[in-house]
């Protein structure tokens, strides 16, 4: 089963119907027996962290993330749902994140425009089946304030430059995570998610 955690926001839909077209059926969930259960789990985001955080606590679903990242479930995470793996962010003033990834979130720098809306390339910086079939510096859509500062122990395995060289899709283990969205970005986006699932469900 294909788990979409569903924590009250995010882009559910969109990423179901993304995983639709490639063939796979998904279940948007906020069940955490569900999400333990699964055979891959999906954390869309969109909006603030501290909201995102909150949300995730309030329904329990903290601990199945901790639990599915421990088990080394394949895990995709989305725009905010991969920054608040992290530890902390400087959003909203600061506060604390999931703490699941070593490093923080940081402002996008001053004299760039705020938030970071569009289409920007990406490129890949270390070999990962995520990239199968994918041109290097290819165009994803981003809809974000803010960026993941890994420490080590974390893959970076993509970088964008807007203001800075930032991280934007980063592995570790069977987790992979992107700041950008895949299900808005069209062929590039669909065989990125086609990657993941064909690895995650198929093993190959």
């Known amino acids: 089963m294909i788990a979409i955690i569903d924590y009250g926001a995010g882009n559910l839909r969109s990423v ?12 948007i969930t906020s069940s955490p027996d569900d999400i333990v259960k699964a055979d891959a789990v999906f954390l869309p985001g969109v909006g603030a962290a501290a909201d995102t955080v909150s949300s995730l606590k309030a329904h329990g679903l903290d601990d199945a993330l901790k639990e599915v990242i421990a088990r080394e479930t394949p895990f995709f995470a989305v725009c905010v749902g991969l920054q608040v793996l992290f530890e902390e962010t400087e959003e909203g003033g600061g506060c604390q994140c999931l703490g699941l990834l070593p490093g923080k979130v940081r402002k996008l720098p001053a004299g760039v425009k705020v938030p970071h809306i ?9 070999a990962h089946t995520l990239f199968n079939g994918i041109d290097d510096d290819s165009f994803f ?17 993509g970088t964008t430059d807007y203001g ?9 283990g069977n987790l ?6 895949p299900e808005k970005s069209g062929a590039a986006g669909l065989k990125m998610y086609d990657n993941f699932l064909k690895s995650a469900i198929r093993g190959n």
């Open 141 to 157: 859509y981003f809809v974000h304030s803010y960026y993941v500062e890994p420490d080590l122990g974390t893959e970076v395995i």
């Open 16 to 27: 179901a119907n993304a995983i639709a077209l490639l063939g796979y059926d998904a279940k």
């Open 176 to 181: 992979v995570a992107t700041q950008f969205h």
């Open 118 to 126: 569009g289409w920007n390339n990406v490129k890949n910086t270390r």
């Open 164 to 172: 800075l060289n930032f991280t934007s899709a980063i592995a570790r």
